[in-house]
């Protein structure tokens, strides 16, 4: 763990950035992004960090994060920081919440690009950018100053994880009986498997295919760099919250088919109905003490990604403040939130002991919240989904081990393989950046 400086000096500018975020970001090692339909923000470097375990591990965070905020040096830029984070999915995981302050921030928004360099001591703004490979033209173009790596994926295995299949099944199995029993009535079981590459892996090469082959989704990264716990990345199509001054608004996804079938199988389909109406009621329940006004749509809409099908609910609502006029920290709204049925199951106490119990692992960041948010109050937590986790042992020759997971929701009617096939599809965009799924 790092400690917060005692103020950041924070500077900002307008930049050109004619081929866009993802363009950048193969040229580029980033300690951080959240990108969406080419906009959002790439972080690299890390000027001040944080981490947490346990049951006050959003607390944790927040505590660091409001002190960082009280103690920026003022009235620079105007402008304040922005953090990544990445949350546990359990209280009980061994691995550790994530809070980070990029020393470069380049962040889009309606097509325009904002140059953050934030810094805990004055140093020339030249010499920050080339530490992290970029070059400010003086007609105010941002550039690479380096190629982008060759990404050599020749050797990358894909290795059984921690359950093999068949437990998996088993897994399922079990949680079926859970729900016959009256126990549950939904359970989400993950699993991982196991990517190993003997070369190098260049992050921004990764995230740079999973945001052009999955624009509808978020394509996230916490932690990538010197001296952090761990690197989170992947390409989420759920929104636990984003939140913009009061206003509100969540996506919430359950039920899933493959892309190979007809939307309308999705859509007439009674138990992907009652598996997605269990993660929309969770929401609302979850949200309800917290927020004025919530809205969700009498149906959900189908959303469209390249390997499957989702059931979708687009949530909006209103935030509501304390008796002395403060709303609720973003980190206070993401706890709040979390764990949704979409990643947990219903009564949610009892699907995450069951949840415990039955994968047989400890998911990390996965299904837990990611994203970012801003000395204001705005942020993005999307549910760390389609993605995966670098372990920290490398190869003489820089090799690493990635860990990627993927879930289903359980419920009465829910046949073991269907989602065992159902994973699979949700594996394919890592593997499929990876070079594994051609
Ligand atoms: C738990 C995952 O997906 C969730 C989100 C969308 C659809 C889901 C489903 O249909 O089971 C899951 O609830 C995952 O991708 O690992």
Known sequence: MISAPPS????????D????????LPHLNPSGTWI????????LGIAASTTATGQGRFDSLSVFWDSLIESRAAGESGHGPVALVSVAFSKDSESASQLLVPEVLIRREGGKTTLLLITDRPEPDAQVLDRHGLWLEP?????????????DLSEARLLPGIQSERQYLSAIAAGLSAIHDGTVDKLVLARDVLVTAEAPVPIGTLLSRLATEYPQTWTYCVGAGPGVPQTLL???????????????SSRVLAGTIDRAQRTSTLVRDA?????HDLAVTSLLEQLRPITDTLQSPTEPSVLQLP??????????GKLAADSSGRLPSPLKVAEAAHPTAAVC???????????????????????????????????????ALRGGVFEDDVTPAGGRRLRIFAGCGVVAGSEPESELAETKVKLKPMLWALGLDP
């Open 8 to 15: 950041l000096h924070i500077t900002a500018r307008d930049v």
């Open 17 to 24: 950035l004619p081929g866009g975020l993802v363009a950048l």
């Open 36 to 43: 969406r339909g080419g906009e959002g923000m790439i972080g």
């Open 139 to 151: 007609t105010g173009g941002l550039r690479a100053t380096h190629p982008a790596p060759a990404a």
């Open 234 to 248: 992947g390409a989420t199509p759920e929104m636990l919250v984003r939140l913009r001054g009061t206003q509100l």
């Open 271 to 275: 138990k992907q109905h009652r598996e």
């Open 307 to 316: 390997n499957v099908y989702h059931l979708a609910s687009d949530i909006s």
């Open 345 to 383: 199951g219903t009564p949610t106490t009892t699907a995450a002991d069951l949840i415990a119990q039955l994968e047989g692992m400890d998911r990390g960041p996965y299904a837990g919240p990611v994203g970012w948010m801003d000395a204001e109050g705005n942020a993005d937590f999307g549910i």
